[in-house]
């Protein structure tokens, strides 16, 4: 077994680090505390071909893989959890089910621009009465002639008011139930659009989370992606891939508020020494060391898996459900060794500690990872 990155996956870890440090992390606390959507660090981004890392250049990607993907994700989320978020939402939600399902014209089309980061992209499944049960969508595309015609409301979507197109799930065939559902891409522009509420979120507040209602929405008949009523299957396989993302996006936050806290019981002194003299910290720290870097193994193993082509439902769902659970122990620890101080503004780890709590949440919340885990091992 070989856990060495290769030389390019190094580059990339590397390259996205110093981009982060230098460019996301002097302003996320301040994009935290106005909810400014980073546009510009999306741009910069593109123009450094890492909005579409994992998909071949053809399609605008810079044809890496999910390793790298991941580590970025990972580097990015540690300098801004927010920033993090829809950089993740953007390519595993907005840009995959295109890669994945849609036909070499959509892929064209659409992927190219959004794996370029000339556009962004996002993934509306989500509504008010279909969360976790995602079967029970109710959405409605009616043909009408040479035309879809979408009716429904979506919310907690990621990116959707900064998005140029949305892929959407909709009810082509109700008698099916959720074999009835079908994908659709639906440019932003269209009539019909619009941007409901923009959610006040606990954390994550450089990325925006917005309420999608559609009134009549018509789009061609050309842009049902994949096949019909096939909606439901495509996008499980899209959150397959998703949880990947959110794990490391986990494993950043993480990082990010243990290595606040390990510079913090080094510099904070108590009864005459450094906090970290004091074996009841340490062994917080020796803690957080020890997950977060079981969570980078079990993050890195699932992405390993799906660039090999291998079965990685499993194991994405693993590290999903342990490294967002990891994570927001982190961070609670974090707080605690920081005492007060970690509890003010001024201090990082008080956003990540609110930060954090979404990884527990979106894309399958931690009782559907378990569910999912308990049929891949036979437990149910």
């Known amino acids: 077994m070989n856990f060495e990155l290769t030389q390019e996956q190094d580059m990339i870890r590397k390259m996205v680090r110093e981009f982060a440090e230098a460019e996301i992390a002097p302003k996320a606390a301040e994009r935290d505390r106005t909810g400014e959507f980073p546009q510009d660090v999306f741009h910069k981004m593109g123009e450094l071909g890492l909005m579409g890392i994992p998909f071949p250049e053809e399609y605008g990607g810079s044809g890496g893989d999910t390793v790298s993907y991941a580590i970025a994700v990972e580097e990015v989320s540690r300098a801004c959890g927010g920033t993090g978020l829809s950089y993740a939402a953007h390519i595993s939600l907005g840009c995959s089910p295109f890669y994945y399902f849609g036909t070499e014209e959509q892929k064209k089309k659409y992927l190219i621009p959004l794996a370029q980061g000339k556009s962004m992209g996002a993934f509306g499944l989500t509504e008010p009465n279909a969360g976790s049960d995602a079967g029970g969508t109710q959405t409605t595309a009616v043909e009408d002639g040479d035309e879809w015609v979408l009716n429904g409301t979506k919310i907690f979507i990621t990116n959707a008011a900064y998005a ?182 001024e201090y990082p780890v008080e956003r990540h500690y609110r930060d954090i709590k979404l990884c527990e949440i979106g894309e399958g919340t931690s009782e559907v990872q378990r569910l999912v885990i308990a049929r891949e091992i036979g437990a149910s």
């Open 164 to 345: 140029e197109v949305v892929v959407v799930t909709a009810v082509t065939d109700k008698s099916r139930g959720s074999r009835g559902i079908s994908s659709f891409i639906v440019p932003t522009s269209s009539p019909g659009f619009k941007i409901g509420t923009i959610y006040d979120k606990l954390g994550l507040n450089a990325s925006n989370t917005a309420e999608i209602i559609m009134e009549d929405v018509r789009i061609p008949k050309e842009n049902i992606l994949g096949k019909l009523n096939e909606g439901y299957k495509q996008f499980l396989i899209t959150l397959d891939g998703g949880r990947i993302s959110i794990a490391a996006m986990a494993v950043g936050i993480a990082r990010a508020a243990y290595e606040a806290s390990l510079q913090y019981a080094k510099e904070r002194r108590q009864f005459g020494q450094s906090i970290s003299k004091f074996q009841a910290i340490q062994f917080k720290l020796a803690d957080m060391a020890t997950h977060i870097e079981l969570a980078r193994n079990m993050t890195l193993k699932a992405a390993w898996l799906k660039d090999q082509g291998k079965p990685f439902k499993k194991e994405a769902a693993m590290a999903k459900l342990f490294a967002s659970e990891m994570a927001t122990r982190v961070c609670d620890q974090a707080v605690q060794i920081h005492g007060g101080y970690g509890y003010m503004k």
